[in-house]
């Protein structure tokens, strides 16, 4: 075994208690890694990979970033979903007896990240933790940068995986001994990082966790407690009061709704821009931009909140010139939740607390813009509004406008604050005019014309008289201090006490600056909860005024709640129609009652079936997240949940085809949902032959009007079902209309009541511009195909093999048995075939590994 050097020896034993980290090694201005840490830094830092003699046979590979560009070589790391643990040398290398010691001061982590790129100023920033008790889930969520805790019990690891999706955690915290599967299936959906951490430990946490009365609460919030002191070692006095919630007081939409009806990200992009969100974003403030976000994936149940958020937005529309006075006085409010997190964290500077006090300088003038409104509700906020008027006092009088960035450079304070940083500043800044005054009242005093005032850094000041003159110096003043060839160098007292005072002035100003400023960041840690209240009451108002600017920019109108029907008239999907400019949006009504609660839409692709889905749930969802909705009017169900099947997307990560995802999305929905859900199904059974895919949705469309009973919109091309309303009740058939001129297809999107005509396919494919010839043909094809009998879907009754026996060109997923011969012996050929499509697991395969199998058995067949 290698014998390393002693430095060496200290990383070894130092990275073995981090070993799913970076370990940045201090060792004088730069960070140092060495062996693996270093090969893979410089892979991905894209730095020089060097080596180092450390006492071994081989040398050891070494990278280092200097110390002041650190921060950036960390978020760079951090981004990539690293951990960076950061060891400083806690010694002073001339007191140290061998070699200096060395400690981890905080290791940071996705989910802890305070500042840098990895923060986004309008996003939250979650760590989340994760505890399997039986037959539940402790559910855990902190934001350390703004002290945001949320905690719950879910029911299933779905659940769990549809709130990290929702919430966007960045790292997740578990236990060593927590299902390596269920930790597989977490992060197929997410890249997140996966810690683990066994202490439950609550010891200190009294204020923010005693309302918890469930230990699984309790032990599920620990584990993150002693994630955050273990890896932060730092204050956390920040962190607020855990709040408890309960995913059924809130809509219901797993991943996959939240992805198709492109709520906070879009499906291809996979960024903001063309979401919801997007559209919705006409906030001030970063911190209620993540409110926003917060509402978004979370509308409300209860009818009553969601009125008092709609009249808060009436209010807001009614008075225009209020509502922009407003918007003018959150523009300047920085962002006070990170601002209390950097108090505690011990990270903020002096610019930082300006930001702070220039935020609260706004609030008395957001208060009398809600007073002047003249409406109860706005007149208990502003009364309500905790101004922190003495922390602003005490900012104003303690810190200077435009202090630097560093606390240990000076220039901090306020002329006043502090009487004897004042002394020390009259002697750094009025030094040189004092002594020139001194020198003149010398020269008066003695009558030496010649007396000087000078320094030097060895004797510092001294008076200087000529040989000549030394008699004309009053005795017992002056104190000899230097002997030179033609002169001496005297000091009085006076002069040498001005002289300690202005050596030191300028190191004694910055020790005592940083000081004061330590102690006042103290002094404001006090306010952190009062200001956390405030916080959350600016990003309200900032959210609700959102959405009366919103509603008032693009013509919406407020909804009204009935349990007994939905009625839309005119409208619009507001993303597309943002989208879409100057163009004109095509409205449309939706019509459900309680005795006719399902659509079946038919028309031709590119007709905004999809659309028109989607803005029966968009206006759904804005509707119970308090804002106005995009139509002339609306009248609405309060949902408790909504699922959709729409688009279609390979599931490549956990190598699922188009077809599996759409019958998991299917089943989730079908399992799930209440007579109170909204259910959307876009085209299921595509996936499949086309007889398979056409009885598939007949018995999902039977199974939802028997069994569930949910407001159900479900579009598809199989015309043949359109027969089924005949048979049930709830069902009513709807299409978009469509016009042909001049043998092209002019798209109406329009919704009209009854079926569709005709699908338009190969219109659609002249549109897309395939070749002429390929065009003609498939025309040809067309009319040959409606001139034979074509095979009808019997109404309300379960598709099976009967309706598949004429056709010998589809493969069935039904037990369709191969013809005899006419010895009523079936071809051994065609047995092997059976019993090896038998013997296929198709839940277990790639869409490429269905295709390779299906690629054997067709070669067997031939």
């Given at each position: 075994?290698?014998?390393?050097?002693?430095?060496?020896?200290?990383?070894?034993?130092?990275?073995?208690?981090?070993?799913?980290?970076?370990?940045?090694?201090?060792?004088?201005?730069?960070?140092?890694?060495?062996?693996?840490?270093?090969?893979?830094?410089?892979?991905?830092?894209?730095?020089?990979?060097?080596?180092?003699?450390?006492?071994?046979?081989?040398?050891?590979?070494?990278?280092?970033?200097?110390?002041?560009?650190?921060?950036?070589?960390?978020?760079?790391?951090?981004?990539?979903?690293?951990?960076?643990?950061?060891?400083?040398?806690?010694?002073?290398?001339?007191?140290?007896?061998?070699?200096?010691?060395?400690?981890?001061?905080?290791?940071?982590?996705?989910?802890?990240?305070?500042?840098?790129?990895?923060?986004?100023?309008?996003?939250?920033?979650?760590?989340?933790?994760?505890?399997?008790?039986?037959?539940?889930?402790?559910?855990?969520?902190?934001?350390?940068?703004?002290?945001?805790?949320?905690?719950?019990?879910?029911?299933?690891?779905?659940?769990?995986?549809?709130?990290?999706?929702?919430?966007?955690?960045?790292?997740?915290?578990?236990?060593?001994?927590?299902?390596?599967?269920?930790?597989?299936?977490?992060?197929?959906?997410?890249?997140?990082?996966?810690?683990?951490?066994?202490?439950?430990?609550?010891?200190?946490?009294?204020?923010?966790?005693?309302?918890?009365?469930?230990?699984?609460?309790?032990?599920?919030?620990?584990?993150?407690?002693?994630?955050?002191?273990?890896?932060?070692?730092?204050?956390?006095?920040?962190?607020?009061?855990?709040?408890?919630?309960?995913?059924?007081?809130?809509?219901?939409?797993?991943?996959?709704?939240?992805?198709?009806?492109?709520?906070?990200?879009?499906?291809?992009?996979?960024?903001?821009?063309?979401?919801?969100?997007?559209?919705?974003?006409?906030?001030?403030?970063?911190?209620?931009?993540?409110?926003?976000?917060?509402?978004?994936?979370?509308?409300?149940?209860?009818?009553?909140?969601?009125?008092?958020?709609?009249?808060?937005?009436?209010?807001?529309?009614?008075?225009?010139?209020?509502?922009?006075?407003?918007?003018?006085?959150?523009?300047?409010?920085?962002?006070?939740?990170?601002?209390?997190?950097?108090?505690?964290?011990?990270?903020?500077?002096?610019?930082?607390?300006?930001?702070?006090?220039?935020?609260?300088?706004?609030?008395?003038?957001?208060?009398?813009?809600?007073?002047?409104?003249?409406?109860?509700?706005?007149?208990?906020?502003?009364?309500?509004?905790?101004?922190?008027?003495?922390?602003?006092?005490?900012?104003?009088?303690?810190?200077?406008?435009?202090?630097?960035?560093?606390?240990?450079?000076?220039?901090?304070?306020?002329?006043?604050?502090?009487?004897?940083?004042?002394?020390?500043?009259?002697?750094?800044?009025?030094?040189?005019?004092?002594?020139?005054?001194?020198?003149?009242?010398?020269?008066?005093?003695?009558?030496?014309?010649?007396?000087?005032?000078?320094?030097?850094?060895?004797?510092?000041?001294?008076?200087?008289?000529?040989?000549?003159?030394?008699?004309?110096?009053?005795?017992?003043?002056?104190?000899?201090?230097?002997?030179?060839?033609?002169?001496?160098?005297?000091?009085?007292?006076?002069?040498?006490?001005?002289?300690?005072?202005?050596?030191?002035?300028?190191?004694?100003?910055?020790?005592?600056?940083?000081?004061?400023?330590?102690?006042?960041?103290?002094?404001?840690?006090?306010?952190?909860?009062?200001?956390?209240?405030?916080?959350?009451?600016?990003?309200?108002?900032?959210?609700?005024?959102?959405?009366?600017?919103?509603?008032?920019?693009?013509?919406?109108?407020?909804?009204?709640?009935?349990?007994?029907?939905?009625?839309?008239?005119?409208?619009?999907?507001?993303?597309?129609?943002?989208?879409?400019?100057?163009?004109?949006?095509?409205?449309?009504?939706?019509?459900?009652?309680?005795?006719r609660g399902m659509l079946l839409i038919t028309g031709p692709n590119m007709s905004g079936k999809s659309t028109y889905m989607r803005q029966v749930a968009l206006t759904a969802i804005l509707a119970q997240i308090g804002c106005f909705v995009p139509a002339e009017e609306a009248v609405l169900p309060i949902f408790d949940q909504i699922f959709t099947r729409i688009g279609a997307a390979d599931d490549l990560i956990s190598g699922q085809s188009t077809f599996m995802v759409e019958m998991l999305e299917a089943k989730n929905a079908i399992v799930h949902a209440?007579?109170?859900?909204?259910?959307?199904?876009?085209?299921?059974?595509?996936?499949?032959?086309?007889?398979?895919?056409?009885?598939?949705?007949?018995?999902?469309?039977?199974?939802?009007?028997?069994?569930?009973?949910?407001?159900?919109?479900?579009?598809?091309?199989?015309?043949?079902?359109?027969?089924?309303?005949?048979?049930?009740?709830?069902?009513?058939?709807?299409?978009?209309?469509?016009?042909?001129?001049?043998?092209?297809?002019?798209?109406?999107?329009?919704?009209?009541?009854?079926?569709?005509?005709?699908?338009?396919?190969?219109?659609?494919?002249?549109?897309?511009?395939?070749?002429?010839?390929?065009?003609?043909?498939?025309?040809?094809?067309?009319?040959?195909?409606?001139?034979?009998?074509?095979?009808?879907?019997?109404?309300?009754?379960?598709?099976?093999?009967?309706?598949?026996?004429?056709?010998?060109?589809?493969?069935?997923?039904?037990?369709?048995?191969?013809?005899?011969?006419?010895?009523?012996?079936?071809?051994?050929?065609?047995?092997?075939?059976?019993?090896?499509?038998?013997?296929?697991?198709?839940?277990?395969?790639?869409?490429?590994?269905?295709?390779?199998?299906?690629?054997?058995?067709?070669?067997?067949?031939?």
């Open positions: 075994m290698a014998t390393y050097t002693p430095m060496i020896q200290q990383y070894l034993k130092i990275k073995a208690e981090y070993q799913d980290a970076f370990l940045f090694f201090r060792l004088g201005d730069f960070y140092e890694m060495f062996f693996e840490d270093a090969k893979r830094a410089s892979a991905e830092l894209e730095i020089t990979l060097t080596s180092r003699d450390g006492g071994g046979d081989e040398r050891i590979p070494m990278c280092g970033v200097p110390y002041h560009s650190a921060p950036g070589y960390i978020e760079a790391l951090i981004e990539k979903g690293y951990k960076v643990a950061i060891c400083e040398q806690t010694e002073d290398p001339k007191q140290a007896k061998g070699v200096v010691r060395r400690e981890v001061v905080q290791l940071i982590t996705p989910g802890t990240v305070m500042n840098g790129r990895g923060l986004q100023e309008r996003e939250n920033n979650y760590l989340a933790s994760v505890t399997a008790f039986p037959s539940k889930f402790g559910f855990a969520l902190t934001d350390l940068s703004t002290g945001e805790n949320q905690l719950a019990l879910l029911n299933s690891l779905d659940d769990i995986i549809n709130e990290m999706y929702s919430m966007g955690a960045k790292e997740l915290v578990v236990d060593h001994g927590f299902p390596e599967p269920w930790i597989k299936k977490m992060t197929e959906r997410s890249k997140i990082t996966i810690s683990f951490e066994g202490e439950t430990n609550t010891d200190g946490f009294a204020p923010i966790i005693d309302h918890l009365e469930d230990l699984r609460l309790k032990e599920t919030f620990g584990r993150l407690l002693n994630y955050l002191q273990k890896t932060q070692k730092r204050s956390l006095d920040h962190l607020q009061k855990v709040k408890i919630y309960q995913l059924h007081d809130f809509m219901k939409m797993d991943l996959y709704s939240k992805r198709n009806l492109e709520l906070t990200e879009t499906i291809r992009s996979k960024g903001k821009k063309g979401s919801l969100l997007w559209l919705l974003d006409e906030t001030k403030t970063a911190m209620g931009a993540r409110m926003l976000k917060q509402w978004i994936d979370r509308p409300l149940l209860s009818e009553q909140e969601i009125e008092n958020r709609l009249q808060m937005v009436q209010t807001l529309l009614d008075h225009y010139f209020e509502r922009e006075d407003l918007r003018e006085r959150l523009k300047e409010v920085y962002d006070l939740e990170r601002l209390a997190g950097r108090v505690a964290f011990g990270n903020v500077n002096a610019r930082d607390l300006i930001q702070l006090k220039k935020s609260l300088e706004q609030v008395p003038a957001i208060q009398a813009v809600l007073t002047s409104i003249k409406q109860e509700r706005m007149n208990e906020i502003a009364e309500n509004i905790d101004s922190c008027s003495d922390l602003t006092e005490l900012l104003e009088a303690a810190l200077v406008e435009n202090p630097p960035l560093s606390i240990k450079d000076g220039n901090i304070m306020k002329d006043g604050f502090h009487e004897q940083l004042d002394q020390f500043r009259d002697a750094s800044r009025n030094g040189k005019s004092w002594i020139a005054e001194l020198e003149q009242q010398e020269r008066v005093r003695t009558g030496i014309k010649s007396l000087k005032i000078g320094f030097n850094r060895v004797f510092g000041y001294y008076i200087e008289v000529t040989r000549a003159n030394i008699h004309l110096l009053e005795e017992g003043r002056y104190t000899r201090k230097q002997t030179l060839t033609n002169a001496e160098r005297f000091i009085t007292p006076e002069l040498k006490e001005k002289e300690t005072l202005i050596l030191e002035a300028e190191e004694k100003m910055v020790d005592i600056e940083y000081e004061l400023f330590v102690n006042l960041r103290e002094q404001v840690k006090q306010y952190i909860p009062r200001l956390q209240a405030l916080s959350k009451c600016i990003s309200e108002l900032d959210v609700l005024q959102c959405f009366a600017v919103i509603s008032e920019k693009r013509h919406y109108s407020k909804p009204s709640f009935s349990n007994q029907e939905l009625l839309i008239k005119e409208g619009r999907h507001p993303v597309v129609e943002k989208v879409m400019n100057s163009q004109e949006y095509v409205p449309n009504d939706c019509s459900f009652s309680k005795e209440t007579e109170n859900s909204l259910i959307l199904f876009d085209e299921i059974g595509r996936g499949t032959s086309t007889y398979d895919g056409m009885a598939l949705a007949q018995a999902i469309i039977e199974h939802i009007h028997h069994y569930i009973g949910a407001k159900t919109l479900f579009s598809t091309h199989y015309h043949e079902l359109t027969s089924l309303s005949d048979e049930l009740p709830q069902l009513q058939n709807v299409h978009v209309s469509a016009i042909e001129e001049n043998g092209k297809v002019v798209f109406l999107h329009k919704i009209k009541e009854g079926p569709a005509d005709k699908s338009y396919g190969i219109h659609v494919a002249e549109l897309a511009e395939l070749p002429e010839e390929l065009i003609s043909r498939a025309k040809e094809i067309l009319k040959s195909l409606e001139a034979e009998q074509t095979v009808k879907v019997p109404p309300a009754v379960m598709v099976n093999e009967e309706a598949f026996k004429n056709d010998e060109t589809q493969l069935s997923f039904f037990n369709e048995m191969p013809k005899k011969k006419e010895n009523n012996q079936v071809p051994k050929k065609d047995m092997q075939v059976l019993d090896q499509i038998r013997s296929i697991n198709l839940l277990e395969m790639t869409p490429l590994d269905a295709m390779n199998e299906l690629y054997q058995i067709q070669k067997k067949l031939k």
